[in-house]
């Protein structure tokens, strides 16, 4: 599956809540390390989440990420590609729910 498959419906999530795209990209470059542009050029070509997160290094604070995602604790998923998709869904349903977002990004 490719990020630009699901950041339109992050995005919807999160404009349906009254945040922005700037907040979202600022949520996926607090994750990954990467700047708007690198992130947009991963949106344009398609590139897929293993492809994503194999080419992006995870902020150190990624493991204080925890809660549940669709009933599953994040911090206890066993696969290292599906617990960086969650981390991220986490995130995105925190900026979702009017969490601040420093709040959003442990500062």
């Known amino acids: 599956m490719s990020l630009a498959s699901v950041y339109p419906l992050y995005l919807a999530k999160v404009e349906k809540k009254g945040r922005t795209q700037s907040e979202l990209d600022e949520v996926i470059a607090w994750l990954t390390g990467l700047d708007e542009p ?8 398609g590139t897929t989440f293993e492809a994503f997160f194999d080419q992006v290094e995870l902020n150190p604070r990624a493991s204080a990420i925890t809660g549940t995602v669709c009933g599953v604790r994040v911090e206890e998923v066993d696969d290292p590609l599906m617990q960086k998709i969650r ?6 349903d925190e900026l979702a729910k ?3 977002l420093e709040k959003v990004l442990r500062a």
């Open 38 to 45: 690198a992130l947009h050029r991963h949106l344009e070509s």
């Open 98 to 100: 009017g969490r601040p």
């Open 87 to 92: 981390y991220l869904d986490k995130l995105v």
